[in-house]
């Protein structure tokens, strides 16, 4: 397994070992020891979330502020350009974004630990985005922050006019949302 650092400290970015003839291709998308001894992270996921998409679909930028959810996630179908904003007051990154292209053709996978908002753009139509958490979904601790908060700038690909949930459009700024210490 390949280990790529990122702009955001503790966001990284894993690219499995894949095995590929002319039947196809097979790959761990998920083993603890793997993971923890190649990349430090040693988590415990409770929870697995898959959701499907259309192109131009905005998600996020999601968050909960108690039960914090690391997230460990991945595309199986088409393609994302996914996003976490490090939302720690107190990190020296605190409202800085960092992004990637996930998709089923590179098959990366990235880790975003508690502390960070996350969201995604669906490039393709028919983008199934698979996530682990490490702690249940609760919804009186759900957060989000604006997808487009010009405070945070992410500079999200074209992909028409997004399309975003009513929850979505109703966010926080950055300079509003309840953060982390």
């Given amino acids: 397994m390949n280990v790529l650092e990122t702009t955001l400290p503790g966001v ?6 894949v095995f590929s003839d002319e039947r196809g ?54 393609g994302v350009f996914d996003v976490a904003v490090d939302i720690r007051r107190s990190s020296p990154t605190f409202g800085r974004w960092f992004g990637c292209e996930l998709s089923a053709k590179n098959k990366r996978i990235v880790w975003i630990p508690p502390g960070f908002a996350h969201g ?7 983008t199934e985005f698979l996530y682990k958490v490490t702690d249940y979904w609760a919804s009186a601790h759900e957060r989000t922050i604006l997808w487009n908060d010009p405070e945070i700038g992410i500079q999200w690909p074209e992909v028409g006019t997004p399309i975003v ?3 979505d459009r ?3 700024s950055l300079s509003s949302a309840e953060v982390f210490p």
């Fill in 12 to 17: 990284i970015i894993l690219e499995p070992r």
């Fill in 25 to 78: 291709h097979f790959f761990e998308s998920y083993n603890r020891q793997s993971i923890r001894n190649a990349a430090g992270i040693d988590a415990e996921f409770v929870q697995d979330n898959h959701s499907y998409s259309v192109r131009g679909v905005i998600r996020g930028l999601h968050y909960q502020i108690r039960q914090p959810q690391g997230k460990l996630v991945r595309v199986v179908a088409g």
């Fill in 120 to 126: 995604f753009a669906a490039l393709e139509d028919g």
């Fill in 165 to 167: 949930s009513a929850k």
């Fill in 170 to 172: 109703m966010g926080a």
